[in-house]
């Protein structure tokens, strides 16, 4: 049952649209937005075209660590450059399978060449916790005796 539950069904709970910053802002800015709209990370994007992945992880690795400063650092300094992407009508098991094996917390998703989310690992977990309460649901049904075909 896991393997048929699709990205497409994640971003439908999520909403529309898509936080997006542009290489161009600094990372101080972007972090005021993740911290506002309470994110861990953001796509980055020239346009309609993704050009990076910008997260907490890049910020502590990448800014703090090396002692610069994000407010006068450009996201596309230190964003993430080599994207795995996946598609809505791949399974979440495929995707949660993929950030497990790559170590990697978050996912664009594209459909054809346009970008139309983000899905974190949270997400994924989420889903598969949700669904195995429907199949415990109907499992303890079905032992009582109230299961209908």
Known sequence: MLDKVKVAEILK???GGVISVTPDDFVFDVLKLMAERNIGAVLVM???KLEGL???R???RKII???RSSRETHVR???SRELIIVHPEDSVMESLAIMTEKRIRHLPVLEGQNVVG???IGDLVKKVIDEQHIII???ESYISGGYMT
């Open 13 to 15: 709970g999520k909403g």
């Open 46 to 48: 020239s346009g309609e």
């Open 54 to 56: 910008f997260s907490e």
């Open 58 to 60: 890049d910020y502590a």
């Open 65 to 67: 660590l090396k002692g």
């Open 77 to 79: 300094d230190i964003m």
């Open 118 to 120: 983000l899905i974190s």
């Open 137 to 139: 649901k109907h499992l």
